[in-house]
């Protein structure tokens, strides 16, 4: 399919300074469209700027939206990469067939995610540990207020540098674990990388920072007591040697990138990793035990984000003197490694712009 082009007759000042996450844009998004009948069709580059909808659009009322979230990143050799891209297609149609909106072919969704980042190349920013972040959505676009599946969508793909994620250091996070909201149930769209899940979650971040905690750890929505998430990560623990991470068998929680990439990585390596159920009472008798070795969230924002202390009802629970454990570091350079091109990609991971 051929994508049109549309260059901006007035390109933006690049930021300088520290970029933040999510506040600049880039000069250009692609869109595409899908009518019922049609499927997807005229992708098009454009200026980046307000789009045009009606107030009745079904995207506001009923929330048919999911997403994606990847980035592309500079070499010091001066590549442009992008970590599993096709991943990240795969999971969009994965969302997508939970909220009953079109799938796209993973060739065509890729070629639109390269085309948008090809455009805006000189936007992807160049210091250590930046990226430009790349959010591909989809959007429900019927003007009708009955609850249905719409007719016609549109998918999106928009920009925006973003700055070195520890750029004082990798800290440790505190994280609390929620025990009167639940993000997601089995059966629901725990899976599914969608707004809704996020609207869900935001009174419990709100709750866990006015406590001075930085992530929610959450919990399975019926008993309450095995481990799912932290925040918008996956989560490992390293328990005497073993490696566990909760099983995403059940559809409640989001199967990330990152931690896939982790499992396969630490089991090429000969750790042992274990995905199954985790209860909070494992976790605790493993910490009254001197087991508790690691835990650290994945996902593509931090890539590895090191737990520091753990409330556990009235207790605290310090992980590895506050420091960030061995397991963690060694995925995080590895990971990072791989996506800057600074290790050899020996994985296929990797596709160059
Ligand atoms: C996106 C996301 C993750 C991490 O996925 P990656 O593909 O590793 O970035 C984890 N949990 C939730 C809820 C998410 O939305």
Known sequence: ????????????????????????????????????????????????????????????????ENFEGLKAYRTDDGRTLLFRPYENARRMNNSCDRLCMPKMDEELWVECVKAAVREDLDWVPTEPGTALYIRPFIIATDPFLGVRASNTYYFMVILSPSGAYYSTGINPVKIYIETEYVRAVRGGTGFAKCGGNYAASIKSQTKAHEEGYEQVLWLDGVERKYIEEVGSMNVFFKIDGEIITPSIADGSILPGITRKSCIELLRNKGYKVTERKLSVDEVEAAAKA?????????????????????????????????????????????????????IEDTMGWTVEI
């Open 1 to 64: 399919m051929e994508i049109k082009i549309e260059r901006t007759a007035a390109p933006k000042e690049k930021p300088t300074g520290a970029l933040g996450f999510g506040k600049v844009f880039t000069d250009h998004m692609l869109v595409m469209d899908y009518t019922e009948g049609k499927g997807w069709h005229d992708p098009r580059i454009v200026p980046f700027g307000p789009i045009s909808l009606s107030p009745a659009s079904m995207v506001f009322h009923y929330g048919q």
């Open 290 to 342: 001197g087991k508790l070795e690691e835990i650290f969230g994945t996902g593509t924002a931090a890539v590895i984000s090191p737990v520091g202390e753990i409330k556990i009802g009235d207790e605290i629970i310090t992980i590895n003197d506050n420091r960030i454990g061995e397991v963690s570091q060694w995925l995080y350079d590895t990971l990072t490694g791989i996506q800057w091109g600074r």
